[in-house]
């Protein structure tokens, strides 16, 4: 007989196992070859659903479609060990044989895990979770799944064959990391993105063939990227061409031009890690570009990703770009995950209870980032290679030959670096990625223990010295020797009304911003009063910034309260800006939004120290702070600089190296009450202290693996922002009609758009605050925890999320 894989809700059209197992090796081949893993991965995508070749999942899927009241339990027929045991069972025996043997482990991971998250070669307990799967766990009919495998998909002369060419096609692979620049913890590491990498092709290629059978439609042709991008040149080549000489006179719109010229030229290099300095203003958003389309076509590169720091700039900067190009349907903009799935739940693919579809449908939507532009945060980034579930290594894969701009790279949490620095360097090492890192005040990534490997001559503007002094537009002024209250502040705000007529103040917490903002509501008349942080959704903060560039381009008096999501990458000028006291990188982004474009003379910065912020949650800010506080004081005593020389890379230097070294034991990601890091989760190293050594001392023999990483440990307790949060749809303009929208629609494409739509109608809250807003029924939960919506009561027009539900009356906030 032959078995079947799915049965199509709307029409109970059946799609073989045998179809399936096939198209799903089509998918997972096409996309492997772009690595030089085409068998590998297609041999993923070969066995996958090998376990539902049994009459028991037969019975169970018909039982679940024909017979609803039966209630059958979803998950409770496992699909998919086979795949993984029938390799183990066929292959896993020669000593001899390392590279099939690690083709086995990092094959068979990817498919028992496809419903959940890869599986830990070793754990904590130092048992593994992978033995126990392909060696021990009872599989009744696994005979009969082998027997229709090689009668009805591949006979076993052909999968004998294919295997062997999978296993050349891995020793070539492992060849070439053992020939890259990486020190040796790298090439241990390189094992764990591999098994990543194939995981994530799994996943796509087995939600999308689903898709594709659910909407009953065929793959679309694939995208001619390089006449789009020459499409894109063109516009660009336009877009410079206009801005004629009147815009290019100033001696800053000369030095921009030229620095925009001097990427272009940059293009021609091979793929890499290069930097790119320009200074705060200088037209990095379109110099990088004109880099990344240049390089793209020079190349053959088929997308261009940026990753900025915050979500809350990601739509000005992809707007840019926009105009550039002409074209909304390929740029993608990913701020958040909106949807929350539970990741170990089974058959996602296969069963749903009556009343489910939507669900099913939304698992199956198409997020897998195959847009030829792409613009997303580092927290998205960093949760693709090493955050749990599916959603987010699904994709993984779409990394690979892309130009990736990672703006403002300062950024990247402190206990991140490590682990930022061994997936770029992967990235651009084995998926032929080229990266930029881009920002005025470039971090010493390369200079610590786990380093990122900058290739030679990396930077791609010349003479910066005379760069970063033709970008001196304001005075640094320091008032931190004694510190202030919000009222206290509020004073010096409204004595500085008399001088300037914009104002911009910049604090560390969305607490003290708001506590500002609601004071000086009360105590100023006469001047547009504006709060700006991450209570409000993305679509809410644009409207209150084109509304602010408004009334500065008219002269009005403005002031503007805003956390520092402010300060990276948001055009926008002030006379003046008030900073209180952070990191050195945090202050010279701030002063890029003084006198931003030289209209003035000079602007003016301010340096504060604000003493009611409370800084213990947040102790990168605070570290920084006294920092710069200590590079302050040294220039006090010393007095053979000033304060403005604060901003300059010799000091810039000096912040990084002290940064770094005040954090460097938390750079690896230390793994609480343990003497392990994330780094040694994911290494498979050998030495003393490692997993795979206690092992030995432990059970007293060799550990029988190859690989010793803890993958499914380490995606638990990986968590790029401390403290959890979740995205929470919010009842602002069109984010109201998103739920109606959601319950509407009619199948899984327009799910997608809509899924699009509803990020910039979302705020990430932590999961404390979140627990205060359940507790009072803040909040709706929507199909089953998918998705979380605030209640209107609690969204207040003005600044946002309102925790006590009087959005429009509350003088409070927390």
């Not at 809350?312 to 990913?334: F, K, P, S």
């Not at 959603?391 to 993984?396: F, V």
């Not at 800006?577 to 002063?591: E, H, K, M, P, T």
Request: hydrophobic fraction near 35%.
């Amino acid at each position: 007989m032959d078995y079947i894989a799915h049965i199509r809700e709307s029409d109970k059209e059946e799609q073989t196992l045998r179809q399936h197992l096939l198209e799903s090796k089509e998918f997972c081949e096409k996309e492997g070859e772009k690595l030089g893993l085409r068998k590998v991965a297609g041999l993923a995508g070969l066995l996958h659903d090998l376990g539902k070749a049994t009459p028991e999942f037969f019975n169970y899927l018909n039982d679940a479609v024909y017979h609803p009241e039966k209630k059958v339990k979803r998950g409770s027929v496992d699909h998919s060990t086979a795949g993984g045991r029938l390799l183990f069972t066929r292959y896993y025996k020669n000593e001899k044989e390392h590279f099939k043997k690690l083709l086995v482990e990092v094959v068979a991971n990817a498919i028992i895990s496809h419903h959940g998250y890869l599986t830990d070669y070793l754990n904590f307990d130092l048992e593994s979770e992978f033995l126990n799967r392909v060696q021990e766990k009872e599989l009744p009919s696994f005979a009969g799944s082998v027997d229709y495998f090689f009668d009805k998909v591949m006979g076993q002369v052909e999968f004998d064959r294919y295997v062997e060419e999978a296993t050349f096609e891995l020793a070539n692979f492992m060849l070439k990391i053992n020939g890259s620049d990486f020190y040796e913890t790298e090439k241990t590491t390189a094992i764990t993105y591999l098994t990543k990498v194939v995981f994530s092709i799994l996943i796509d290629a087995d939600r999308t063939n689903t898709r594709l059978f659910e909407e009953n439609s065929q793959e679309d042709s694939e995208l001619d990227v390089q006449s789009l991008f020459l499409d894109y040149q063109k516009n660009l080549d336009a877009k410079i061409a206009s801005f004629g000489e009147v815009e290019t006179a100033s001696p800053i719109n000369q030095l921009r031009a030229k620095m925009s010229d001097e990427t272009f030229e940059y293009a021609e290099k091979e793929s890499g890690i290069y930097t790119l300095s320009i200074p705060t203003g200088g037209g990095k958003t379109l110099a990088s570009f004109r880099y990344a389309l240049a390089h793209a076509l020079k190349h053959k590169k088929k997308r261009i990703i940026y990753v900025v720091p915050y979500v809350t700039i990601i739509e000005q900067n992809a707007q840019e770009v926009r105009n550039i190009i002409q074209d909304d349907e390929h740029l993608l903009e990913h701020h958040s995950n909106v949807l929350f799935f539970d990741e170990e739940e089974k058959d996602e693919d296969t069963v749903y209870e009556a009343g489910e579809t939507l669900k099913k449908n939304l698992r199956l939507a198409k997020d897998n980032w195959d847009s030829p532009i792409i613009f997303t945060s580092m927290v998205q980034f960093l949760n693709i290679f090493y955050a749990s579930g599916t959603q987010n290594i699904r994709r993984l894969h779409n990394l690979s030959d892309a130009v990736i701009i990672f703006d403002e790279v300062q950024k990247v949490p402190t206990h991140c670096i490590s682990l930022f620095n061994h997936a770029v360097n992967y990235l651009n090492q084995m998926m032929g990625a080229s990266i930029i890192l881009c920002t005025a005040t470039q971090p010493a990534l390369g200079e610590l223990k786990y380093q990122l490997n900058i290739s030679e001559n990396s930077e791609i503007i010349s003479d910066l010295e005379t760069v970063e002094k033709a970008f001196e537009r304001v005075e640094l002024i320091d008032k931190t020797q004694f510190s202030m209250n919000t009222e206290m502040l509020s004073d010096f705000i409204i004595q500085n009304e008399e001088t300037f007529k914009s104002q911009l103040i910049i604090l560390n917490t969305k607490k003290t911003v708001l506590e500002l903002y609601l004071l000086l509501k009360q105590r100023v008349n006469n001047v547009h009063l504006y709060h700006l942080s991450t209570l409000m959704c993305a679509a809410h903060r644009k409207i209150i910034l084109e509304e602010i560039r408004g009334k500065l381009e008219n002269k009005e008096k403005v002031i503007c309260i805003s956390t520092p999501l402010i300060e990276a990458g948001v055009d926008i000028s002030f006379e003046s800006v008030i900073r209180s006291l952070a990191g050195l990188d945090s202050i010279a982004q701030a002063a890029g939004r003084c006198n931003r474009h030289g209209e003035l003379a000079k602007g003016y910065v301010y340096l504060i120290h604000h003493n009611e912020e409370k800084l213990d949650r947040l102790s990168e800010i605070k570290e920084g702070g006294n920092i710069t506080k200590q590079l302050l004081n040294d220039i006090t005593i010393v007095k053979e600089d000033t304060v403005n020389d604060l901003l300059t890379k010799k000091y810039m230097s000096r912040y990084f190296k002290q940064y770094y070294d005040f954090f460097k034991a938390q750079l690896d990601y230390p793994i609480e009450e343990t003497s392990l890091s994330h780094v040694d989760l994911l290494s498979n190293q050998r030495e003393a202290g490692s997993l795979f050594n206690t092992y030995i001392g432990k059970h007293n023999k060799q550990n029988p693996l190859i690989s010793s990483s803890s993958l499914k440990t380490a995606a638990q307790k990986f968590e790029v922002i401390k403290h959890q949060t979740k995205s929470v749809l919010v009842p602002y303009g069109e984010g109201k009609d998103i739920e109606i929208q959601l319950n509407s629609a009619e199948n899984i494409p327009d799910l997608s758009e809509i899924i699009k739509k509803a990020q910039a109608y979302s705020i990430n809250v932590y999961n404390y605050e979140l627990d205060k807003l359940e507790s009072e029924g803040a909040i709706t939960v929507f199909k089953e925890d998918i998705i979380l919506i605030l209640k209107e009561a609690y969204y207040d027009t003005e600044y946002g999320l309102q925790m006590e539900g009087t959005a429009g009356f509350s003088m409070s906030m927390f």
